[in-house]
């Protein structure tokens, strides 16, 4: 079964920092782009980052540009989302998920999405 379990989340206060993780398993892992989405209370699910180490790319959505950092591990199928200068705004709940072309822009299926991980920043 495929399982991505998104784990790190908490409370911060603005200008902290958090690094989530997401572990992956039951799928190929170098064949996957592995991505971060965000949910804010009222709002509709927003792309923040991927990365597909196995072709060297990696994308950033303008709002979190210079501030996120997102690695892999392919020893441990496991991507982190380092996150420093959190503001307010990035308050949401993270959801990680998998799709072998997300980074190009394709959204993944239902059973390729991990359970969320909220992230609060005060300010």
């Known amino acids: 079964d495929v399982q991505l379990q998104a784990s790190g989340g908490g409370l911060v206060q603005a200008g902290g920092s958090l690094r989530l993780s997401c572990a992956a398993s039951g799928f190929t892992f170098d064949d996957y782009a592995i991505g971060w989405f965000r949910q804010a209370p009222g709002k509709g699910r927003e792309g923040v980052s991927c990365?597909?180490?196995?072709?060297?790319?990696?994308y950033y959505a303008d709002p979190v540009k210079g501030r996120f950092t997102i690695s892999s591990d392919n020893a441990k199928n496991t991507v982190y989302l380092k996150m420093n200068s959190l503001k307010p705004e990035d308050t949401a709940v993270y959801y990680c998920?998998?799709?072998?072309?997300?980074?190009?822009?394709?959204?993944?299926?239902?059973?390729?999405w991990g359970q969320g991980t909220q992230v609060t920043v005060s300010s």
């Open positions: 998920a998998a799709d072998t072309r997300l980074c190009l822009g394709s959204y993944p299926r239902d059973d390729y």
């Open positions: 990365i597909k180490s196995s072709d060297g790319i990696t």
